[in-house]
């Protein structure tokens, strides 16, 4: 059974840092990319960050470009999400989701409707 576990959520003030985690079992991690989603109230679900199976090749949303870094420790099957400088506009429920891309040529995905597997979400809130 694939589970993708999140933590490090939780309530920062603006210009303050979080680093989230998302634990992966019950999948062979090392041939999957990752992304981290996220979902504000009122707003359709976006694409934040994503990472290729090897942790070579990523990708970033504009909005957080040189705010966020995304990472991963293929041996602790793990991803994480570094943020800082974070904005009000950062809050809302951010998603881990993986997708096995080791044999379909691409370093990752854009669009949630690639990824297979998801986490359950974690909130973060920006008080300004």
């Known amino acids: 059974q694939v589970q993708l576990v999140e933590s490090g959520g939780g309530v920062v003030q603006a210009g303050g840092s979080l680093r989230l985690s998302c634990a992966a079992s019950?999948?062979?991690?090392?041939?999957?990319?990752m992304a981290w989603f996220r979902k504000a109230p009122g707003k359709e679900r976006e694409i934040v960050a994503a990472i290729s199976y090897s942790g070579d090749n990523t990708y970033y949303a504009d909005s957080v470009k040189a705010r966020f870094t995304i990472s991963r420790v293929n041996a602790k099957n793990t991803v994480y999400l570094q943020m800082n400088s974070l904005k009000p506009e950062d809050t809302a429920v951010y998603y881990c989701?993986?997708?096995?891309?080791?044999?379909?040529?691409?370093?990752?995905?854009?669009?949630?409707?690639?990824?297979?597997?998801w986490g359950q979400g974690t909130q973060v809130s920006v008080s300004s």
């Open positions: 989701a993986g997708v096995n891309s080791y044999y379909t040529g691409s370093f990752y995905y854009i669009e949630a409707s690639e990824y297979t597997y």
């Open positions: 019950g999948l062979t991690f090392t041939t999957y990319a």
